[in-house]
C-alpha cells in the first residue's frame, strides 16, 4: 500500500507512534511518506520511507501559522504526483480536518485517486483539544473512512465527550521489541549513582506538560530520600522544565536530582534505572510507562486513563489513587528496597510487553484496518 502519515515532529506520543508505525510500515514492504512541519524527534532514514515537510509561507496579511492550510495542500500536492491509498492523521485536529479537505479536493481532481482517510485518536486531541473545537474535532472523526484509538479508556472518552456514534477500533500503542529491550550500561549507571554515592535511581521521562505533573514528581521523590538514599533522573523538556530545576535547587537536592534534556538513547537511561515514576493527571496510553517495563523497570504510576490497560498492578508495576503521593513513594520505596522483588517484577513487565505490545503484534492490526476501507 501506498500511505501518507501525518503527525507532529514533537517528543510527544503522538508523533513518536505515528513515526514508527512508519517505520514499521516501510519494513513491511509499504510506501510511506510522514508529513510534518519539520522531521519527526525519532526519525531516521529507511528503504521505502520518505519525508514531506509542510511549508506555511510567512505573509504578513496572517499573524498566525497557517499550519492546517500548508498540511491539506502538501497531502494534495503529494497526492498528485504519488497516488494515495491511505492518509493516515495522528491526533484529530488539525490531521483529521487536512485529511478531509484534501480528500474533498482530490475528488474533485481528475485523473487523482481519491485516498481513503483513517484517524488515529492519541489523548489530549479529545481530552484538551477536543473541549475547545469540539465541532470540528467531531465532524473530522465522523468524516474519517475510520477511526482507532490507543486504549479502550480513550475509545469511552470520545464517545462520552464527542457524542460520536460511529465504530472506533482500539489498536494500542508499541515498541519495537528488538530494539526496546534492557541494555545495562555500567558507565551511565556510576555517573547516576555519582561513582556510589547513591543507591538507587528513580527515573521520569515525559515533555514536561502539565499534565504530567512533574512537580509530583519531586514530592514523592522527596519521600523516598527521607528512606532511600536514592538519586532522580528528569529526561525531557517542556514548559515545567524549568521551575522544576528551580524548585529543586531551593530545595537543596543538589546533585541527587539530574535534569538530562531530550534523549535519544532512553534505553541505555532506562536500563540504568531502578524504578520509573509516572504521577500523571491523565494518561490516554502511557508510552513511556510500556518503554519503561520493555526494560524492565517497575513503573509506580497514577492509576488513570488507559495506564491500567498497561500496567497490571502488583504484578508488572503499581498502580496508586492520583493524589495517593504518600503510596507512590511507599511503593517506589519497596521496590528499591528489595533488589529481587524488582528484577521479578521487570521482567514480568517485559514479557508483557513482548506478548502484548511489540510491533509484529500490532502493526497487523493497523494493515487490517486499511485493507478494511480499502475493500
Known amino acids: 500500500m501506498r500511505i501518507a502519515i501525518l503527525c507532529y515532529a514533537s517528543v510527544g506520543g503522538s508523533g513518536v507512534v505515528a513515526t514508527e508505525l512508519a517505520y514499521a510500515l ?17 526519525w531516521r532514514d529507511a528503504p521505502r520511507l520518505s519525508f514531506v515537510r509542510v511549508e506555511m509561507p510567512d505573509y504578513p496579511l496572517f499573524r498566525e501559522p497557517q499550519y492546517l492550510l500548508g498540511l491539506t495542500n502538501a497531502i494534495v500536492g503529494l497526492a498528485r504526483e504519488h497516488p494515495i491509498d491511505i492518509v493516515h492523521a495522528h491526533y484529530a485536529v488539525p490531521h483529521a480536518t487536512a485529511a478531509y479537505l484534501a480528500r474533498e479536493i482530490l475528488a474533485r481532481t481528475p485523473g487523482v485517486r481519491r485516498p481513503k482517510t483513517v484517524t488515529t485518536l492519541h489523548g489530549t ?36 465527550t464527542l457524542g460520536i456514534a460511529r465504530q472506533i477500533h482500539v489498536i494500542p500503542n508499541f515498541l519495537d521489541c528488538a530494539e526496546w529491550t534492557r541494555t545495562p550500561d555500567a558507565a551511565l549507571r556510576r555517573w547516576v549513582c555519582d561513582n556510589g554515592r547513591y543507591d538507587g ?27 532511600v538514599n536514592a538519586a532522580l533522573v528528569l529526561v525531557g523538556a517542556g514548559p515545567d522544565r524549568a521551575p522544576l530545576e528551580q524548585r529543586a535547587a531551593d530545595e537543596g537536592f543538589g546533585e541527587a536530582v539530574k535534569f538530562v534534556g531530550e534523549r535519544q538513547d532512553l534505553v541505555r537511561w532506562l536500563s540504568s534505572s531502578d524504578v520509573f515514576l509516572l504521577p500523571s493527571a491523565q494518561e490516554s496510553f502511557g508510552l513511556a510507562a510500556l518503554e519503561a517495563m520493555a526494560c524492565e523497570v ?8 488507559g495506564l491500567p490497560e498497561v500496567i497490571e498492578d502488583g504484578v508488572t508495576g503499581f498502580l496508586c489513587p492520583l493524589d495517593a503521593v504518600d503510596l507512590m513513594a511507599a511503593r517506589a520505596i519497596e521496590l528499591l528496597r528489595d533488589p529481587d522483588s524488582r528484577a521479578r517484577m521487570g521482567r514480568t513487565a517485559a514479557e508483557h510487553v513482548r506478548v502484548h505490545f511489540c510491533s509484529d503484534v500490532v502493526v497487523p492490526q493497523y494493515e487490517a484496518c486499511y485493507g478494511r476501507v480499502l475493500v
Open 26 to 42: 516501510a519494513g513491511r514492504g509499504h510506501h510511506v511518506h510522514v508529513l510534518s512541519r519539520e522531521r519527526p524527534f525519532r
Open 125 to 160: 486531541d479529545i481530552t484538551l483539544v477536543g473541549s475547545s473545537y469540539e465541532a470540528v474535532v467531531a465532524f473530522s472523526i465522523e468524516q474519517s473512512d475510520a477511526v482507532t484509538a490507543v486504549s479502550s479508556s480513550l475509545e469511552r472518552d470520545t464517545i462520552s
Open 201 to 227: 535511581v528513580v527515573v521520569h521521562v515525559s515533555n514536561f506538560r502539565p499534565v504530567k505533573r512533574v512537580d509530583v514528581v519531586l514530592d514523592v521523590f522527596r519521600r523516598i530520600r527521607e528512606r
Open 298 to 305: 517497575p513503573v509506580v504510576a497514577s492509576r488513570v486513563g
